[in-house]
């Protein structure tokens, strides 16, 4: 089981973003300016104790607090994948003590919308073009709080 942090720094975010090719070219200035617009941070850390503990999973959450609340680069580290830890990041996603008047969404790649509604979240939207002008489009998807 991971700790849950609701903060991360642009280095361990890097980290995480590394290990996925879409991410790679990410430069550390440009990662700390969105973070300084990055209204929640939720990153998950494992190791035997928390001072050596590291990032497994992360996702940066952009919010109104009423209204919306849209998740963006939901990232596992590559060794966790397929272990529950992505599972558990949303789950500290919904959980998030400042986030619990809103249903977050997010956009999700065609192949992973299995797992997100397996973790309660609903398309909204058949297909939405990719933002970065990648040619698989994405999904739109909403948490159903009950």
Known sequence: MATVD??????????????YEWWDD???????????S??????LRAG????????????????????YAMVYDVIVAADRRGTGVGRELLTAVREHPRLQEVSPSLLAREGL????????FDVADEAV??????PEPLVWMVHGRE
């Not at 035997?48 to 209204?67: F, G, H, K, N």
């Not at 073009?129 to 990648?134: A, F, M, Y």
Request: proline share 5%.
């Open 26 to 36: 990410r430069e550390e200035f440009d990662v700390r300016r969105a973070l300084r």
């Open 129 to 134: 073009d990719h933002p970065d002008g990648e």
């Open 6 to 19: 609701y903060g991360a720094t642009a280095e361990e975010l890097l980290e995480l973003y590394r290990e």
């Open 113 to 120: 919308v299995p797992f997100y509604e397996s973790c309660g």
């Open 48 to 67: 035997r104790e928390q001072d050596e503990s590291e990032p497994v999973a992360t996702a940066r959450i952009l919010t109104d607090y009423v209204y």
């Open 38 to 43: 990055t209204d929640e941070v939720v990153l």
